[in-house]
């Protein structure tokens, strides 16, 4: 059974940095393309970006290339979310997901994380 954990979430300030990590364990992190989604209070869940499989892409929206970022690091089964600048409208949960096929719909991941907050105040 694959499951993620995400981690690193919590409060900071406008303008801040923050770094989530999602390990993934019950499968091999190569396996997959990774994905990053958000979900703000009352909203949707929304696609970040993506990390394809050793050898691919990264990809994250256009909104967020310039201050958001995803690696991995298959060696410690994680990826990474690294996060700049930060906004009040970057609160949201934060998940990350785990696809044989990868894109930006929720229903195309298999596998979820439980999430990680993060507040970002004003």
């Known amino acids: ?9 919590g409060l900071v300030q406008t303008g801040d940095s923050l770094s989530l990590s999602c390990v993934v364990s019950g499968g ?3 396996t997959y393309v990774m994905g990053w989604f958000r979900q ?3 909203k949707g869940r929304e696609f970040i970006g993506s990390i394809s499989r050793p050898g691919g892409s990264t990809y994250v929206v256009h909104s967020l ?3 958001f970022s995803i690696s991995r690091v298959n ?3 994680t990826v990474y979310l690294q996060m700049n600048s930060l906004k009040p409208e970057d609160t949201a949960v ?3 997901a785990a696809s044989s096929r ?3 719909s929720p229903q ?8 990680t907050h993060v507040t970002v105040s004003s």
């Open 75 to 77: 060696a410690k089964n």
């Open 102 to 104: 990868g894109g930006s």
């Open 28 to 30: 091999s992190l190569s």
């Open 40 to 42: 703000a209070p009352g």
């Open 94 to 96: 934060y998940y990350c």
């Open 108 to 115: 195309g991941y298999d596998y979820w994380g439980q999430g």
């Open 65 to 67: 290339e310039d201050r």
């Open 1 to 9: 059974q694959v499951q993620l954990v995400e981690s690193g979430g």
